[in-house]
């Protein structure tokens, strides 16, 4: 088990926690303090100004995207390191490429991988359900072996699992293999942007200066 292991996986235990308790994958930071969420961003694989960006983009984009769709669709929105991800239901082929130029305008999005499927609005259940699915995976990848859980977003919808993050070919194909391995999971589809096993030393080491290794 490397360095960059051993320090993400008891904080990604602990933020787990704090979503199971909640029930909400939005709540993390309340769940777990301030304090653990800044360790967690220390040893996230962006850059401190990529995550921030992050952030802005995900507000924007679920900001500007109702006025697009109103109550004819269901849209999430998800960004790592610019990527945006958009899973969800539309009502037609207009309303989803609508979407995605509506989110593409944003300043920061470099690209997106548009998902959304055209359909009814999901029910409350459903989306319980993936929120379930969400946790699942999300306790595999701690209990993984040679896994960096804190590395990889995870996004349920439908029971389809889309899983981002900046990992090495070696780490992305591990982690779709836990992920289907969860009971529940429909499909898993990697969102990943690649990095080589030297960009993950390089990684793992940054990462031991900062905690002091």
């Known amino acids: 088990m490397n360095k960059w292991t051993r320090i993400t996986r008891p904080l990604a235990a602990a933020v787990l926690c704090g979503v199971v308790v909640t029930s909400l994958q939005g709540c993390v930071e309340m769940a777990v303090g301030s304090a653990v969420v800044g360790t967690l961003s220390a040893t996230d694989r962006r850059t401190f100004g990529a995550q921030t960006e992050d952030k802005a983009i995900v507000f924007k984009g679920e900001t500007r995207v109702p006025s697009v769709v109103g109550n004819a669709g269901h849209v999430n929105v998800t960004s790592f390191n610019r990527k945006v991800l958009l899973t969800g239901e539309v009502r037609d082929e207009a309303m989803k490429a609508a979407v995605e130029r509506e989110v593409g305008a944003i300043e920061g999005v470099q690209s997106i991988v548009n998902d959304l499927e055209i359909a009814g ?48 070919q070696r780490e992305g194909q591990l982690a779709a293999e836990v992920a289907r391995g969860v009971n529940g999971v429909q499909k898993v589809v990697k969102v990943f942007e690649y990095i080589s096993e030297d960009d993950l030393r390089q990684l793992s080491n940054s990462a031991d200066t900062q905690n002091g290794k």
Do not use: H, P, Q, W
């Open 121 to 168: 609005i999901s029910s409350f259940t459903s989306r319980s359900n993936d929120s379930l699915i969400t946790g699942k995976v999300k306790a595999a990848f701690v209990d993984a072996r040679d896994l960096s859980a804190n590395s990889i977003k995870v996004v349920t919808e439908r029971g389809v699992v889309y899983l981002m993050g900046r990992v090495t």
